[in-house]
Nanobody
Framework: QVQLVESGGGLVQAGGSLRLSCAAS????MGWFRQAPGKEREFVAS????????YYAGSVKARSTLTRDIAKNTVYLQMNSLKPEDTALYYC??????????????????WGQGTQVTVSS
């Protein structure tokens, strides 16, 4: 079973940037999700194993970039122009390579422990 390790969260002022990382050995479609207090987990972005296909939630697409470094077994989520509503616990998730890049949390098999992003106003 793959182990997912997220990092890169922290406290940032509105308008600032963060780069989240997720390390996972193996061939997987990788997704990012977030969960704010009192709300259900929601989709942020996902990427194919090869990096050929990416998919972003509309709320973050214009200010986020998801990439992967296959050699380092790491996926990066660069988030710019952060807003207070971006505050949440961010999780990375994985599903088998060759499957569709998907926003449905039910399609992912493995989950990390989460990294906290807090955006102050």
């Amino acid at each position: 079973q793959v182990q997912l390790v997220e990092s890169g969260g922290g406290l940032v002022q509105a308008g600032g940037s963060l780069r989240l990382s997720c390390a996972a050995s193996g061939r997987y479609v990788m997704g990012w999700f977030r969960q704010a207090p009192g709300k259900e987990r929601e989709f942020v972005a996902s990427i194919s194993w090869s990096g050929d296909t990416t998919y972003y939630a509309g709320s973050v697409k214009a200010r986020s970039t998801l990439t992967r470094d296959i050699a380092k077994n790491t996926v990066y989520l660069q988030m710019n122009s952060l807003k207070p509503e971006d505050t949440a616990l961010y999780y990375c998730a994985a599903r088998s390579a060759g499957r569709a890049v998907d926003a449905d949390i039910g399609k992912y098999d493995f989950w990390g422990q989460g990294t906290q992003v807090t955006v102050s106003s």
